[in-house]
């Protein structure tokens, strides 16, 4: 595909990469072809701005964080970086969350034939629900990939089986961390003194 620039004047490139004659193509498509490209343009310059404003909002919570510590001697984020900032009269929050990214490493195959084992012993008297519930758990995605909430959650089960013990050690084990993601998060209060999020997701607007 060509850019926009090298298209010469009085054509218009196609989806298939084919130069078309201007004077040869519907007005109806042209008009819509103006009015995606005013569309893209407008959503670019917002994208733009908000992800000006994130790395702005990133820079100053830090900077704020540092004069604070070095002012009164303490230290305002939490647990992993977590951080939360209050206006005076309460009625503005601005928040960082830093959320790790968890995966599993070839140890949680060795949980999951643990735990197959563990099916296989009790497929007389273990109910559907907990097969259903550790099936689900291994399911994988679109993209292959397996939710690690719905696994750990099988950690929280109160079952002291020694093989399901093993399973669970194995699952503990396999995790690994591979990265973290920080969130920005903006509120304000509402008349029922409740912190509502200002929603800077363009789908949530």
Known sequence: MMQDSAIPEGYKQNAIGHLVPIESIKEI??????????????????????AQFKKQLAEDMQAFLDLSSEKYGVVLGGVKGNLCLLSFDGRFKVQRDVSERLDFDERLQAAKALIDE????????????????????????????????????????????????????????????????TYYRVYERDDKGEHRMINLDFSGV
Do not use: Y
Not at 29 to 50: H, M
């Open 29 to 50: 498509d042209l008009t819509r072809d103006d009015f995606v490209r005013a569309v893209v343009k407008q959503a670019t310059e917002v994208a733009g701005k908000l």
């Open 118 to 181: 563990c099916l296989r012993e009790w497929t007389k008297d273990s109910g559907a629900e907990i097969r259903t519930l550790i099936e689900d758990a291994f399911q994988v995605d679109r993209k292959g990939r397996i939710n690690t909430k719905r696994i750990l959650s099988l950690r929280k089960l109160k079952i002291e089986h020694p093989t399901w013990q093993r399973a669970m050690e194995a699952i503990g084990d396999a995790v690994t961390v591979t990265g973290s993601c």
